[in-house]
Structures are given as structure tokens and as C-alpha cells.
């Protein structure tokens, strides 16, 4: 069952009330929609918080500090507002975005740099085949995927990075995704069409253990059934027509927008 953040006990009765509104929005005009978006012009991607959808490990802040409820290591939850998913998630993938993040490394107070397009800026070989810029930072290529939670759809879109140990396994999903066709086979299918079970894995090597979506090359990621007519006129259409408008997470004002909440997981 999905937690909140402690401290945000009405975050279950802001998003029913949010769901109540969203009803009552769709069964009839307003008067207010001829004033649609009036006033918030000037709000760009630089003035907003991106909601990512984290996997939380043992050293993840939330899990040391306890500043979400039941949040254990393996659970996947949200930076935005701590909801707390499980072990389990269900997704609905709107758009992908590959990219390198660039980290400042841990000795030196570890946090997200800057984002480059794949090649996008000068790098130099280390050990174990890591990348760093000239500034001595990570250089790590990422996996973006923007996606709607099933049943929690009202969150709005997040965004699922994938870095380091599970690059293989969001390989082994782009294939899966590139593979499937539409339900009659004819064609190839919208990358929305499917929602994708993904549950958290205790993977490792010899340098330690942490969770993952797959372990021992096998990704836990599995298409369970295609979405509905209903869920598509509902949820994905308009989060689908959004996501066309959303910068680049290299576009400069992405990089204005950067948050340190994020971090290099894995090993």
C-alpha cells in the first residue's frame, strides 16, 4: 500500500479532493475555462520541481533520516512528495530520454552538475570504465523514462532514471518496448500503449548489494496488458501531449532547473 511523508497527512485527502476536482472538471464546462491558464506565462521549467520516481537504497537520505513512512530499501517512491509505492510499481511509459548527468563525486559533497547530451562534452577514461570531465566530476550515462503510476495517475508525470548497474536492465526495456505491436499485431505499438510491472530486486557483485530491477542479468520488468480506451482519454492523452512540450533534459532551461535530490545509485 502507497505511504506519504511524514508530516503530510493530508496528502491522502489533497489527492482524493484533487480527484474529486478533476471529475467535476471533465462533467461540464466552467465558467473559468475562458480564462485557461491566465497569470502563469512566466512560470517556466526552471520555477518548477521535477517529481522523480526514485528506488530507494540503504544510504538514501529518506531511508536514513526516516523522513518517510515505511520507506525501506527497495521500495520505489516519490522525490516530490514521499509517497511510498512498495516493492512493486506499475507504469505507463509517456517518452524516453537518454543523456549524461555529471556528479560531483561523494568525497566532495556528491550533487548533480549538469546534464549533456550523449558525447555532448569532453570526457577522460578512470577505472572501471567510469567517465569523468575535466573537472574531475562523474560522467554517467542516464536513462530517463517519463511515466504515469497506474492507479496513481493524479501524481502527474515523473520521471525514472536509470544509471550505472541499471543501464542493462533499461536496455533489456527499450528492446521490449521497440518489440511490441499494436493488439492486432499489424503494427508497431505507441510506446503508451502498455503498463510495465517493474519490481525491485536484490542484485550485487563483489563490492556490495544493492536493489535493482533485475539481478543476474534478468530484468523484473514485464508487461502485464495494454491500456484502455478509458485510461487513455482519462490520463495518458493529455500527460502525452504534455510530455511532447516538456525541454529537453538537456535544453538549458532543464539545466536551471536541476535538483541535488537525485543520486548516483548502484555500483
Not at 497527512?9 to 462533467?27: D, F, I, Q, S, W
Request: glycine share 10%.
Amino acid at each position: 500500500m502507497a505511504t506519504v511523508n511524514k508530516g503530510t497527512g493530508r496528502a491522502a485527502a489533497v489527492k482524493t479532493e484533487n480527484a474529486a476536482v478533476k471529475v467535476k472538471a471533465k462533467a461540464a464546462p466552467s465558467f473559468l475555462d475562458e480564462f485557461e491558464g491566465e497569470g502563469t506565462e512566466d512560470i517556466g521549467a526552471r520555477d518548477t520541481s521535477s517529481n522523480y520516481l526514485k528506488l530507494a537504497q540503504s544510504n538514501t537520505p529518506e531511508v536514513v533520516e526516516g523522513s518517510i513512512e515505511e520507506l525501506t530499501p527497495g521500495c520505489f517512491f516519490s522525490s516530490l512528495n514521499g509517497m511510498n509505492f512498495g516493492k512493486k510499481i506499475s507504469l505507463i511509459v509517456l517518452k524516453y530520454e537518454v543523456c549524461w548527468n555529471v556528479w560531483k563525486d561523494r568525497e566532495s559533497g556528491g550533487g548533480l552538475v549538469g546534464r549533456h547530451p550523449i558525447g555532448g562534452i569532453p570526457t577522460v577514461p578512470g577505472e572501471k570504465g567510469k567517465l569523468y570531465d575535466f573537472e574531475g566530476n562523474i560522467v554517467a550515462e542516464t536513462q530517463n523514462y517519463f511515466v504515469l503510476v497506474e492507479g496513481h495517475e493524479d501524481l502527474g508525470i515523473m520521471i525514472f532514471s536509470l544509471s550505472s548497474t541499471m543501464l542493462k536492465y533499461g536496455r533489456k526495456w527499450n528492446t521490449m518496448l521497440l518489440q511490441s505491436r499494436t493488439p492486432n499485431g499489424q503494427r508497431k505499438a505507441p510506446i503508451f500503449q502498455n503498463v510495465w510491472r517493474i519490481e525491485s530486486v536484490l542484485d550485487g557483485n563483489s563490492l556490495g548489494k544493492w536493489y535493482n530491477i533485475g539481478a543476474q542479468n534478468s530484468a523484473a520488468i514485464e508487461a502485464v496488458r495494454t491500456i484502455t480506451q478509458e485510461e487513455f482519454d482519462e490520463h495518458i492523452a493529455d500527460a502525452f501531449e504534455v510530455v511532447k512540450m516538456i525541454p529537453s533534459l538537456t535544453a538549458p532551461a532543464s539545466q536551471n532547473a536541476i535538483e541535488d535530490h537525485s543520486t548516483l545509485d548502484g555500483v
